[in-house]
């Protein structure tokens, strides 16, 4: 039987596509799509999906109470994924995050437990157990891992995903967590490494890689996260957390010569810049649990061929790019990198 999902954060990177994913692949569900629209929210990255009757958007903040009252009686789940998400803001100012992160989650799980809606699924992320070591392959997060974030975003994640879990745990509420790796694909803010790395090299300017380049992060593709999410939505136990990640480790060294190749460009477009504070090593996800339990895999994450599909979208959409990047995107970085 259909149900009503309410996304949160759907007007994101990931929040786009799993609103896309849904009403492709869930014909009988329809999504109530909740964001305030901050400077990663762009209602250009779901231009074909406004007139769709099942999907319905409501320009609000998790924390406005009054607007929470109007959608949850008709909610029967939540995948919230509304969140400040970028680990150089959360590093440069992280008030803003633990106001989303943590009471923005707080006043949303209220709201659905004072409305009794039926599953929470709240979309944590990897970053909350911290870092691995490069040195030793065999390390992968599970989901016993202890969790010790390091940035202020990885900090204000946790508390989320702690909270989703102290709701269960309290008040019986039916929900669950996902904690999921680097994603890549279609509608990314051009903040994020992989799309601002590939506007700069079809604009032909130098790409500011951090430190040595060593770093690794787990790549998986927007879309088998999406569908992940569904899994959990269906069959996750409530009060469990599921890794989901690509087996795709690239440091980032990799993956900007990747990049440069599909750009056409040299390794004189490389600038190593100061490191990021506190950086995270390493990021490699142990995702048996939700294989052996929900059956998911990943299927579109494989490269080189899914990254270069990737490129091609942002070379093909170069005016959603434009219009993302303008305004608040250029003041901030205009303000705290100018130089680097
Ligand atoms: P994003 O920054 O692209 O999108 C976040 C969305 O949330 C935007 O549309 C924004 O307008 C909205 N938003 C922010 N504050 C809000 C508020 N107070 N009320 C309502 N809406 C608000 O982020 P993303 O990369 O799509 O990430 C989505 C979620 O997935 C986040 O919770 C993030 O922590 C998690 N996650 C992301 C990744 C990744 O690689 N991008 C990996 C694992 C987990
Ligand atoms: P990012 O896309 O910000 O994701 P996260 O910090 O959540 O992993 O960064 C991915 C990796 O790329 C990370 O190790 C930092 C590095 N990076 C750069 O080297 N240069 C950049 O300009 C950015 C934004 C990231």
């Known amino acids: 039987m259909g149900q009503t999902i309410l996304v949160t954060g759907g007007a994101g990177f990931i929040g786009s596509n799993l609103v896309r994913f849904i009403l492709e692949n869930r014909p009988d569900d329809r999504v109530i799509n909740l964001d305030a629209l901050t400077y990663a929210g762009n209602l250009e990255s779901l231009a074909d999906l406004m007139d769709d009757p099942r999907h319905e958007f409501v320009h609000a903040d998790i924390a406005d109470v009054e607007k929470l009252e109007g959608v949850m009686p008709r909610v029967d789940s939540v995948l919230h994924l509304a969140a400040e998400s970028h680990v150089d803001r959360s590093i440069h100012d992280p008030s803003l995050f633990l106001k989303t992160n943590i009471i923005g989650t707080q006043v949303l799980l209220d709201a659905a437990k004072r409305h009794g809606v039926g599953r929470f699924v709240y979309v944590s992320t990897d970053e909350v157990y911290g870092e691995l070591p490069l040195d030793d392959k065999s390390q992968l997060f599970t989901e016993e891992t202890p969790l010790k974030p390091n940035s202020p975003y ?14 269960w745990h309290t008040y019986g509420m039916n929900v669950s967590i996902t904690r999921c790796s680097n994603n890549f694909g279609a509608y990314q803010f051009p903040e994020k490494v992989i799309p601002l790395f590939v506007n700069k090299l079809i604009e032909g300017e130098q790409v500011p890689l951090y430190g040595d380049g060593s770093n690794v992060r787990d790549w998986l593709h927007v879309l088998d996260h999406c569908e992940a999410i569904c899994r959990v939505l269906d069959d996750g136990k409530p009060g469990e957390a599921y890794n989901i990640g690509g ?60 990254l270069e599909e990737t490129v091609q979208w942002y070379k093909d959409n170069r005016v959603w790019c434009d219009h993302v990047r303008s305004g608040e995107y250029k003041r901030f970085y205009a303000q705290n990198y100018s130089g680097s």
């Open 154 to 167: 990885a900090v204000s994640k946790t508390g989320g995903d702690m909270l989703a879990r102290a709701y």
């Open 247 to 306: 087996n795709n480790e690239r440091s980032n060294l990799e993956l900007t010569r990747m990049l440069i190749d599909l750009c056409g460009r040299d390794e004189s477009a490389i600038k190593h810049v100061e490191d990021r504070l506190g950086h995270d090593k390493r990021y490699a996800i142990d995702a048996s649990k939700i294989r052996r339990e929900l059956g998911w895999e990943p299927t579109r994450s494989a490269w080189p061929g899914a």
